[in-house]
């Protein structure tokens, strides 16, 4: 079974500055979909970047961009010019190719400070 | 554009009492739906998925049921609550075999006392 783990429970960081939240995974599949969800503190899940594994090149979204290595099993999230609408949770998830479900990690929630 | 709508947003039932949960989708056809339970401090856990009407698949044994009596509707039920079944409830849909993103609903917080 598929497995997704964020080692950093929390993370605080400075208004304007860049961090890191990491992700890594475990699959026997070659093919496969890696996300990043926010939850803010109203809780609804918000789509924040996806990665196909197909694609070697690294995912962006404005401020949001990924580091997918796909042999390290790892996909990080940076977060540029950090700001206070950022502190939420941060979800990272994995979806097989043949089959739409979603695998969880625990989440990594951030402080975006003033 | 395509929105997804829950209800109730809270919820506080006594232990053995039933449950109904409602999620409805608009501007799509034929999503597929799905039902996910946080529990406090925790990840999402898939709970039922549904590619069309009548159509349900259960991922996690438990004294929850799905139904899904219309194309954009899919329901969550229980004939009696148990104090574990506390938590939020999140209903998701995707355009099936168009597009792998998952997009969500508000959410339920359902407290079971």
């Known amino acids: 079974a598929q497995t997704v783990t964020q080692s950093q429970p929390e993370m605080s960081v400075q208004e304007a500055e860049t961090v890191t939240l990491s992700c890594t995974y475990d699959?026997?599949?070659?093919?496969?979909?890696l996300f990043w969800y926010k939850q803010p503190p109203s809780r609804q899940m918000i789509l924040v970047i996806r990665?196909?594994?197909?694609?070697?090149q690294n995912a962006t979204e404005n401020r949001f961009s990924v580091n997918f290595q796909k042999a390290a099993k790892s996909f990080s999230l940076k977060i540029s010019d950090s700001q206070l609408g950022d502190t939420a949770m941060y979800f990272c998830?994995?979806?097989?190719?043949?089959?739409?479900?979603?695998?969880f990690g625990t989440g990594t929630r951030l402080l975006v400070s003033p | 554009s395509q929105t997804i709508h829950q209800w109730p947003a809270t919820l506080v039932q006594p232990v053995g009492s039933p449950l109904s949960l409602e999620c409805t989708v608009e501007?799509?056809?034929?999503?597929?739906l799905y039902w996910y339970r946080q529990a406090a401090g925790r990840g999402l856990q898939l709970l039922f998925y549904?590619?069309?009407?009548?159509?349900i698949s259960s991922e996690v044994p438990q004294n929850l049921s799905a139904s899904r009596p219309q194309d954009r509707q899919f329901i969550l039920s229980s004939k009696k609550l148990l104090l574990s079944d506390s938590g939020f409830y999140l209903c998701?849909?995707?355009?099936?075999?168009?597009?792998?993103?998952?997009?969500f609903g508000p959410g339920t917080r359902l407290t079971v006392t």
């Open positions: 699959t026997s599949e070659s093919n496969y979909y």
């Open positions: 549904s590619v069309g009407i009548g159509q």
């Open positions: 998701a849909w995707s355009a099936g075999t168009v597009s792998y993103e998952q997009y």
């Open positions: 990665q196909e594994a197909y694609k070697q």
């Open positions: 501007g799509t056809s034929n999503p597929n």
């Open positions: 998830a994995f979806m097989n190719t043949g089959f739409q479900k979603l695998v």
